[in-house]
Nanobody, 115 residues
Framework: QVQLVESGGGLVQAGGSLRLSCAAS????????MGWYRQAPGKRRELVAR???????VYADSVQGRFTISRDNAKNTVYLQMNSLKPEDTVVYSC?????????WGQGTQVTVSS
């Protein structure tokens, strides 16, 4: 089993920044893509950003240029640097990773951006 623990969420004013972290532990031996998703109440979960084991990144149009995803393979950790935050970024953010075709999810961390 693989466990994912997110941290770094919280309350910030519009225009501010937050850095989310997600650390993986457990039976880890070959992590593939890692990513961040978000889901507002009553809405579908949407991709925020993902990064492959080789470092290739994909971003949602709504966060392109404001958010940066990165990973530290030695620490089995993925990060999401969020700048220029907007009230519409208020939502629960969850991290995910794939390992040998299996997908794992964290519990999520709340980000709240006040106007």
């Amino acid at each position: 089993q693989v466990q994912l623990v997110e941290s770094g969420g919280g309350l910030v004013q519009a225009g501010g920044s937050l850095r989310l972290s997600c650390a993986a532990s457990g039976n880890i031996f070959s992590i593939g893509t890692m990513g961040w998703y978000r889901q507002a109440p009553g809405k579908r979960r949407e991709l925020v950003a993902r990064i492959t084991s080789g470092g290739r990144t994909v971003y949602a149009d709504s966060v392109q240029g404001r958010f940066t995803i990165s990973r530290d393979n030695a620490k089995n950790t993925v990060y999401l640097q969020m700048n220029s935050l907007k009230p519409e970024d208020t939502v629960v953010y969850s991290c995910t990773l794939t390992q040998l075709g299996q997908e794992y999810w964290g519990q999520g961390t709340q980000v709240t951006v006040s106007s």
